[in-house]
T-cell receptor, first 111, second 115 residues
């Protein structure tokens, strides 16, 4: 079992809809989670991170963390075709530790 | 954009030859990482460095070595390349310190093909 698991997708949503990207993790010791976006042929870039149970909002993006159920999600409101990319979830066991990445979920936003 | 340069960006080589990939940063960040990215496997950590001459292994370090003699440069060497090392290699840097260790800035990637 991978430490961080994501559905590879593709997840297809219409423009303007909410895209929900999910990630589960196996190590209960994982403390913090990071979402990276990677456009095709490009390098990953950080969108946001979360380390407390609950929601964290940043513009159209909301990260959710549920430590009891061991899942993390990223919601993208008002999805745009420019949001079409692969979204990588990464976990960190303790502050200052290395990241473990999931395999990523490909999101396609239909105009 | 973070100042990270990888070279070469593309390389085709033959099995058994040595290959060195270079990562150069102008941000003076303490932490530097080498990842490989393969379909179905995502990003996997090869080696990382937390300072000059301080390096450690990641999850897929077999067949790779690294060196960091200056803050700004982190070299990844494949002593004898194999076809299984065909991949896209990403260098990343981090300012480090607590949660900031997870805030990685990536280079543009180096595509390596081993024939």
């Amino acid at each position: 079992q991978k430490e961080v698991e994501q559905n590879s997708g593709p997840l297809s949503v219409p423009e303007g809809a909410i895209a929900s990207l999910n990630c589960t993790y196996s190590d209960r010791g994982s403390q913090s989670f990071f979402w990276y976006r990677q456009y095709s042929g490009k390098s990953p870039e950080l969108i946001m991170f979360i380390y407390s149970n609950g929601d964290k909002e940043d513009g159209r993006f909301t990260a959710q963390l549920n430590k009891a159920s061991q899942y993390v999600s990223l919601l993208i409101r008002d999805s745009q075709p420019s949001d079409s990319a692969t979204y990588l979830c990464a976990g960190m066991k303790s502050s200052g530790d290395k990241l473990t990445f999931g395999t990523g979920t490909r999101l396609a936003v239909r105009p | 954009d973070a100042g990270i340069t990888q070279s070469p960006r593309h390389k085709v080589t033959e099995t058994g030859t040595p290959v060195t990939l270079r990562c150069h940063q102008t941000e003076n960040h303490r932490y530097m990482y080498w990842y490989r990215q393969d379909p179905g496997h995502g990003l996997r950590l090869i080696h990382y460095s937390y300072g000059v001459k301080d390096t450690d292994k990641g999850e897929v370090s077999d067949g790779y070595s690294v060196s960091r003699s200056k803050t700004e440069d982190f070299l990844l060497t494949l002593e004898s390349a194999t076809s299984s090392q065909t991949s896209v290699y990403f260098c990343a840097i981090s300012d480090g310190g607590g949660l900031r260790t997870g805030e990685l800035f990536f280079g543009e990637g180096s595509r390596l093909t081993v024939l």
